[in-house]
């Protein structure tokens, strides 16, 4: 029996992003191609300026209120003529809306900036504008492209985990910005597949377990066993107290634990293992350690994997799964990758691919299974 559930507003949302990808092209068809280019070229003006007002806070500083640009200046210690200028770009961008001259209100769009949205992205937003981040970009990217080498590394002496595992601040924003993903993907993966047909899920590379959480919410009957790095396990263990109902709670366990060499095993075919966005972080040697290792792990249970991931087009790939892509290129030995990327990596760890569960979100879930 297929494990894809709402397989009509899957449809329907793949649609609608098509449509979406459609209308991102205007620009290129309407712009004069020069002009067009200068935006392009000039585009880290506007992410500079939404990390300088997520940095200063200013949506949380504004709520729900109407405040001039002097105002929020002296709340956030800014210069006034500054802040003005800087909401001023963002308004003419859609983020905020200058409501009478000089003075700024939150939109729908500065409003998932605000510290106290459940979605807020704040924190993607500063650790993808973060010196660590950043800078790889703008100070290696060329000699990653000659070198094949890695730029975040070239820039910083270290690969990313080892480099987060050394410089605690930067650990925490990671983590925060990785728990803010479900703003992105909203709660597609938790009910457009049928967690139910389960008792147990095993996240692996789960952080603080905001997905197994928001899995267990929809099914009373589930528990979660969520594994990461000793530091994220340590701030999860207490994150969620005073944030979630005790009984909830009690379903939710943590495991320090190491992927490339050992992973929790599956007791019977009502369990299943997790994985979101973990691979596409590796190269394919890493991919199929990490796969094997899960294989080890299932044993003869007939366990299944879900692994949650983008899967780029063969040809024409939309500019959301190229652009992670990049990221991946600059910061990682990772990849964003086709169907048939996968299905080689899975080959080559004796994974079958059951099922392709569409979402309504930019990713998909690929199951697997054993072939024992």
């Not at 894809?4 to 329907?12: D, I, L, P, S, T």
């Not at 596409?280 to 991919?287: A, Q, R």
């Not at 996968?342 to 691919?353: P, S």
Request: proline letters at 3%; one cysteine or more.
């Amino acid at each position: 029996m297929p494990l894809q559930k709402n397989a009509g507003a899957v449809r329907r949302f793949s649609k609608l992003m098509k449509f979406a990808g459609w209308l991102q092209n205007i620009p290129n068809r309407i712009t004069p191609p020069p002009f067009r280019l200068m935006q392009i070229g000039s585009a880290f003006w506007q992410s500079r300026a939404l990390y300088v007002a997520a940095r200063l806070d200013i949506a949380t500083v504004l709520g729900s209120e109407q405040l001039a640009a002097d105002e929020i200046a002296a709340r956030v210690s800014a210069e006034p003529d500054g802040i003005y200028r800087l909401l001023r770009m963002l308004a003419a961008l859609g983020v905020f809306e200058e409501v009478s001259p000089r003075v700024f209100t939150n939109n729908s769009l500065s409003a998932y900036l605000k510290e106290d949205n459940p979605k807020s992205v704040r924190a993607m937003i500063l650790m993808h504008n973060s010196e660590e981040m950043s800078r790889p970009w703008y100070e290696q990217l060329e000699q990653g492209m000659q070198s094949g080498h890695v730029s975040f590394q070239l820039t910083h002496g270290q690969e990313l985990y080892g480099y987060m595992d050394s410089h605690p601040e930067f650990d925490r924003l990671f983590s925060l910005a990785m728990d803010s993903v479900e703003a992105l993907a909203g709660d597609s993966f938790a009910l457009d597949f049928d967690w139910g047909r389960f008792e147990r899920v095993i996240d692996i590379g789960g952080s603080k377990g905001s997905k197994s959480l928001a899995i267990l919410k929809r099914h009373p009957h589930l528990k979660a066993l969520v594994m990461d790095r000793a530091q994220i396990v340590r701030e999860a263990e207490h994150y969620w107290l005073r944030r979630e109902a005790p009984a909830l709670l009690a379903r939710l366990s943590f495991q320090t634990g190491d992927l490339f060499e050992s992973i929790p095993e599956a007791t019977s075919d009502k369990d299943i293992y997790l994985a979101c966005a973990v691979l596409h972080g590796m190269d394919d040697e890493d991919c199929v350690k990490v796969l094997l290792n899960l294989v080890i792990a299932i044993g003869n249970t007939g366990a299944r994997i879900a692994l949650m991931e983008l899967i780029v087009s063969e040809l024409k790939a939309d500019y959301s799964s190229a652009a992670f892509d990049m990221q991946m290129f600059v910061n990682t030995r990772g990849r964003e990758r086709t169907l048939a990327e996968w299905q080689n990596l899975f080959d080559q760890a004796g994974l079958m691919l059951e099922e392709v569960i569409g979402l309504q979100s930019i990713g998909k879930i690929l199951v697997l299974r054993t072939g024992t």
